[in-house]
């Protein structure tokens, strides 16, 4: 596999984009990996690979801007929090990232999904509703507050990767969050793992008490469900 950074801009703000490039030759599906709180960081970049093993254009995606990145809660925190109050402004850095992958030479720009962890999660979801033309979206352990509504049109699947007891997605975010699924008429599957909290694929995740925690079973279980919706999604 080839890995190499790829840069591009919405408006004056600098991005880049960790590419992993397959050996085969020729236009393949595309997936963009969407970062946790803290910015792209190793996680992200190792599940590029895991995607690029399976026969896909990876990109590691970026919309905190380069060399922007959390090491701590509130660090993390800092750059998270002024795009969710900035819906416009996330949508536009999530736009540019997908166009900038679905237009290198290597990708099939009619076969692109999204997938995300965590804040990521939310932006693949994000991705579906403000109708960018992807073949799905999958989110893992990724918040499900809605914000605000859009009226877009959802061309992807989209597939949620949900721990029961995450406290970053509480039961009380389901329900308005199918409403606004059957609302917009979106196509898609949540999937509970039953007594697993935040962060269940991250395996450095061990803080249970504040609701992280690794968890094998479903971070292996979810992997095969993913790698199945994005063979299915990529052939139909």
Known sequence: MDTALT??????????????????????????????WQGRG?????????FAE????????????VGKRGVDADSSRALMVPLLNDPARLRRRLAAAFQAVRTLDEVD??????VGYCFGGLCAILCAR???????????????????????KVHGRILVQHGQD??????SDIGPFAEEMKRIDADWTLHAYPGVLHAFTDSGANDAASGFLYDADADAQ???????????????
């Open 130 to 152: 403000m109708g960018l033309p992807i073949r799905g979206a999958v989110s893992f352990h990724g918040l499900l507050k809605i914000g605000e509504p859009l009226d877009a």
């Open 166 to 171: 995450d406290p970053m997605a509480p039961p």
């Open 42 to 50: 190793a996680r992200e970049e190792r599940r590029a690979h895991m």
């Open 222 to 236: 979810s992997w095969r469900e993913t790698a199945r919706f994005l063979e299915d999604v990529f052939e139909s």
């Open 109 to 114: 720009p009619d076969r692109v999904a999204v």
């Open 7 to 36: 840069p591009y801009h919405e408006g004056d703000d600098a991005f880049d984009a960790l590419i992993v490039r397959p050996a085969e030759d020729g236009p393949r599906p595309a997936v963009l990996v969407c970062h946790a």
């Open 54 to 65: 399976l026969g896909y254009v990876a990109a590691a995606v970026d919309v905190y801007g």
